[in-house]
């Protein structure tokens, strides 16, 4: 069946601009993550879906940056005002519930440059 | 510190060859554990979960240990294709996050 699918694969963008990521989960996953990934570094989490609800936004970076899920399926992430530190692969993730031991199926992500 | 640290290699081992590492974590709390893939470019796969007595799946074999906090894989055998970023990753009891080390990164050569 098919995976989790994100778009845009690529984005470049000015400095200042907004911008928004989309995340179609795996059909029927009621989890779903976001996770960012700068050059040379470890995946760092974002923000968590239970259904449409995000009950943890402590890990978004700073107010720049929203993410919400619609219909218990698609999510997007937007950042607005974009910073060159912004700059790295955004991945999705989905899981079947929201459980720790649950296994998370990754997007190929996008790659966000900001110039 | 960082939550989860890990040499990040390169490992360079010949095909037939037995390669190990480990990553250690911070939080006592930590509760689950895996191992994850990441290709050159490509979306990190979970690999295997990484069980308080220790599992095998095929050539890959997975230790925890909680007193000292460190996680290992070791690879039997290795094929060109194993040659991959392996990703540590552990979340703590209550928490849904995964927190991921920067990975290994491993290349088997002919």
């Known amino acids: 069946g098919a995976g989790v699918s994100q778009s845009p694969s690529n984005k470049v963008t000015e400095k200042g601009k907004d911008v928004e990521l989309r995340c179609d989960p795996i059909?029927?996953?009621?989890?779903l993550y976001w996770y960012r990934q700068s050059l040379g570094q470890g995946l760092e989490f974002l923000i968590y879906?239970?259904?449409?609800?995000?009950?943890?936004k402590s890990g978004l970076p700073s107010d720049r940056f929203s993410a919400e899920r619609t219909g218990g399926s698609v999510s997007t992430l937007t950042i607005q005002r974009t910073q060159q530190e912004d700059s790295a692969v955004y991945l999705c993730a989905s899981s079947l519930v929201l459980a720790i031991k649950e296994t998370q199926y990754f997007g190929p992500g996008t790659r966000l440059l900001v110039l | 510190r960082k939550e989860v640290e890990q040499d990040p290699g390169p490992f360079n081992v010949p095909e037939g060859a037995t390669v190990a590492f480990n990553c250690t974590y911070s939080n006592s709390a930590s509760q689950s554990f895996f191992w994850y893939r990441q290709d050159c470019r490509k979306e990190p796969k979970l690999l295997m979960s990484v069980y308080s007595s220790g599992n095998e799946d095929g050539r890959f074999t997975a230790q925890l240990n909680r007193a000292s906090q460190y996680i290992s894989l070791l690879i039997r055998d290795s094929k060109l294709s194993d040659s991959a970023t392996y990703l540590c990753?552990?979340?703590?009891?209550?928490?849904?996050?995964?927190?991921f080390g920067a990975g290994t990164t491993v290349t088997v050569r002919a």
């Open positions: 879906f239970q259904g449409n609800s995000a009950p943890d």
């Open positions: 990753v552990v979340s703590a009891s209550n928490d849904y996050k995964l927190s």
């Open positions: 059909s029927g996953h009621t989890a």
